[in-house]
């Protein structure tokens, strides 16, 4: 069956990066592109990044451009969100999804504090 497992969220401070994975299973993960969202408890989800199935375009709002990059790497079926200079706001659950589809991770949590 489909599976997005989500990996390394974790509690930072602010001004620091982490690196969150994605290990997709179950589907042809080179054939769509795929994206990263966020959710605050009691607010809608948020798309972050967007790439295409071949990782040639990537797309992200204002909130964070410049300071996330979206990657993935078709041969590892793995996607990958780099996030850089963060900030208390970007605290949130992360969520992988294969764009356009109903497959969804189960979430990391990032929680950005000093």
């Known amino acids: 069956q489909v599976q997005l497992v989500e990996s390394g969220g974790g509690l930072v401070q602010p001004g620091g990066s982490l690196r969150l994975s994605c290990l997709a299973s179950?589907?042809?993960?080179?054939?769509?592109?795929m994206s990263w969202y966020r959710q605050v408890s009691g607010e809608e989800r948020e798309l972050v990044a967007l790439i295409s199935s071949a990782g040639r375009s990537t797309n992200y709002p204002d909130s964070v451009k410049g300071r996330f990059t979206i990657s993935r790497d078709n041969t590892r079926n793995t996607v990958y969100l780099q996030m850089n200079s963060l900030k208390p706001e970007d605290t949130a659950v992360y969520y992988c999804?294969?764009?356009?589809?109903?497959?969804w991770g189960q979430g990391t949590q990032v929680t950005v504090s000093s």
């Open positions: 999804h294969a764009h356009a589809t109903p497959y």
């Open positions: 179950g589907f042809t993960f080179s054939s769509f592109p």
